[in-house]
């Protein structure tokens, strides 16, 4: 199971901490990661990946500086910092994993590519 939260509407420019609590998931599940769906786009974006068992973390090139992935093993809980938004970053978004690993996560453009999803939290950018 997948739960995330922490969605919100934020001015352009402010910052969000989403969450995702996961469980249910064997050690070949290494790779968590967040994919967002914008308002009445078909596809969307894998934007950060990182994996359990190391913590090595990768990033789509939209969110490289300001986006920043976690995990806390002892809480099965991965976040997602988000800073310096804009409006290009809202959206619904899902915590996802894949056995293929963080190459799966960050390529995928639908969600249907992806073994699991969670339901989502939406995140609104307007001023």
């Not at 950060?48 to 809480?75: E, H, L, M, Q, W």
């Not at 970053?89 to 639908?110: E, F, K, M, P, S």
């Amino acid at each position: 199971q997948l739960v995330e939260s922490g969605g919100n509407l934020v001015q352009p420019g402010g910052s969000l901490r989403l969450s995702c609590v996961v469980s249910g998931f064997p050690a070949d599940y290494d790779a968590i990661g967040w994919f967002r769906q914008a308002p009445g786009k078909e596809r969307g974006e894998g934007v950060s990946c990182i994996s359990r068992r190391d913590g090595s973390t990768s990033y789509a090139d939209s969110v490289k500086g300001r986006f920043t992935i976690s995990r806390d093993n002892s809480k099965n809980t991965v976040y997602l910092q988000m800073n310096s938004l804009k409006s290009e970053d809202a959206g619904v978004y899902h915590c996802t994993t894949d056995r293929r690993g963080c190459t799966a996560v960050l390529t995928g453009t639908t969600l249907g590519v992806l073994d699991y999803w969670g339901q989502g939290t939406q995140v609104t950018v307007s001023s």
